[in-house]
């Protein structure tokens, strides 16, 4: 396995990203200029999203258009309206026999205490498609503009910032990126070294220590995955549940009450590749990116980023 140097989810080839932010909160669209077989997994207990269904194996639909990561809890999908739209008028997506549909899956982040109650307006989607191409940015754009991580102690608790992370692994002809907006509960490590998380101001504090505490709050991490590897429907949701394993790795608790977190995963190429392979590259590939997001948000008032904040690691 090969790293990427400033790897990200265009690097599989066939997909454009696009950002756009506004008031505390924005929405992220990957637009898949093949048409992808994708799948997705859903492992929170507190989501928010749109279409998955339609991912499912025993689904007509084959292929999606885009698939779209945003703030702004359950209201923020109304930014796939817009995306949907302007999709539309670019004759992308499912020809009915009545009109072009775009089949737009999505996700969305709670971050309504950052932004006030602000959420991504179908105008907000649009401008997000509009501005798609080979995007590498990361941390504090698109609908990582208001992501946090390490809630324990609620808002007012020692919040530190979140962001959206990407990255990029290869192996041979194979290529797998990722694109991860990471807005958890928990805490992030690299590794054994916690780099981000509940903290007092001079120090992070032990995670354990509140677990099974009411946060108060819902969270969510949500990422997509791409690779150039041929993939059927059900290969597809194989490799988005494999790729929740990078975030078990490097967010700490995971897949809680609280949280929502879904991946969706996507082929763009016809590279012949074993599973296996995809699965573990996928995996890794997401837990860079964690880390990347966290290490490329910049800081907010009253919420530090981990750039900014020199702890002794706490192992």
Do not use: W
Request: hydrophobic content about 45%; glycine content about 16%; proline content about 5%.
């Amino acid at each position: 396995m090969e790293i990427v140097k400033n790897g990200a989810l265009v690097d599989a080839g066939g997909v454009r990203m696009g950002h756009a932010s506004g008031a505390g909160t924005g929405v992220t669209v990957a637009i898949i200029d093949t048409g992808g077989v994708a799948g997705v997994d859903v492992r929170g207990s507190a989501p928010g999203t749109r279409e998955t269904d339609l991912l499912d194996p025993t689904a007509a639909v084959q292929q999606v258009t885009a698939i779209v990561l945003t703030g702004g809890s359950a209201f923020g999908l109304a930014a796939v309206d817009g995306v949907m739209s302007t999709l539309a008028e670019q004759g992308r997506g499912l020809d009915t026999g009545m009109g072009i549909v775009p089949i737009v899956p999505a996700a969305v982040i709670f971050d309504l205490p950052l932004s006030g109650g602000a959420y991504p307006t179908p105008e907000l989607g649009r401008q997000a498609t509009l501005s798609a191409s080979d995007d590498r940015s990361r941390g504090n754009v698109g609908a990582g503009t208001g992501a946090t991580v390490g809630k324990y102690l609620g808002p007012a608790g020692g919040v530190m910032k979140g962001g959206l992370g990407q990255a990029a692994v290869t192996s041979g002809d194979l290529i797998v990126s990722a694109a991860v907006v990471v807005n958890a509960l928990g805490d992030i490590y690299d590794g054994a070294e916690k780099i981000a998380g509940t903290h007092n101001g001079h120090g992070f504090l032990p995670t354990e220590a509140y677990v099974g505490s009411s946060v108060g709050f819902t969270n969510t991490t949500i990422g997509i995955v791409a690779t150039n590897a041929a993939l059927t429907k059900p290969h597809a949701s194989k490799v988005a549940s494999a790729a929740h394993d990078g975030l078990a790795r490097s967010i700490r608790p995971v897949h809680t009450m609280d949280d929502g977190d879904t991946i969706f995963a996507v082929s763009t190429g016809s590279v012949e590749a074993p599973l296996n392979a995809v699965c573990f590259l996928a995996a890794e590939a997401v837990r860079m990116a964690v880390i990347d997001g966290v290490r490329a948000a910049a800081s907010l008032p009253g919420i530090p980023s981990a750039t900014a904040l020199a702890f002794e690691p706490l192992r």
